[in-house]
């Protein structure tokens, strides 16, 4: 029977300047990219990069809060896998990821609204209900 491992989960915020070091950091300690995902909270961007590692089933997410007009840059160099994460980032949320490796130029998913979950989407649906 294999050994069970629960390790804690680490959520580290950092700053925006800090995201590609802390993302080669990661790599270079053999941790692959999981998932990254993006939400828009209280007026702000949230992103999470979550990385796992397969050997110890460590789970580390580096976590990023940015005003909506800031930009972030991509990780693809770094983690070429991020590809699909931070295209969906950028059409979903408006978020605004600098030289993605392989940019999709807001064609990833077939929808008819722009930035769906973005600040705009909430202001309109804010809106509505009013």
Not at 56 to 82: F, G, M, N
Request: charged fraction near 30%; hydrophobic fraction near 40%; glycine fraction near 2%.
């Amino acid at each position: 029977m294999a050994q069970v491992i629960h390790p804690e989960e680490i959520i580290e915020t950092i700053e925006v300047d800090k995201l590609l070091t802390k993302v080669m950091e990661l790599k270079k300690n053999h941790y692959r990219i999981s998932q990254a995902c993006a939400a828009y909270v209280d007026e702000k961007f949230e992103l999470s990069y979550s990385f796992a590692d397969d050997e110890t089933y460590q789970y580390h997410t580096l976590r990023v809060v940015i005003d909506t007009y800031a930009e972030v840059p991509s990780i693809t160099e770094i983690v070429p896998a991020a590809v699909f994460y931070e295209n969906e980032m950028k059409e979903i949320f408006g978020v605004k990821i600098q030289m993605i490796s392989l940019d999709y130029n807001n064609k990833l998913y077939r929808i008819n609204t722009t930035t769906p979950l973005g600040p705009k989407a909430s202001a309109d649906k804010e809106e509505e209900e009013a």
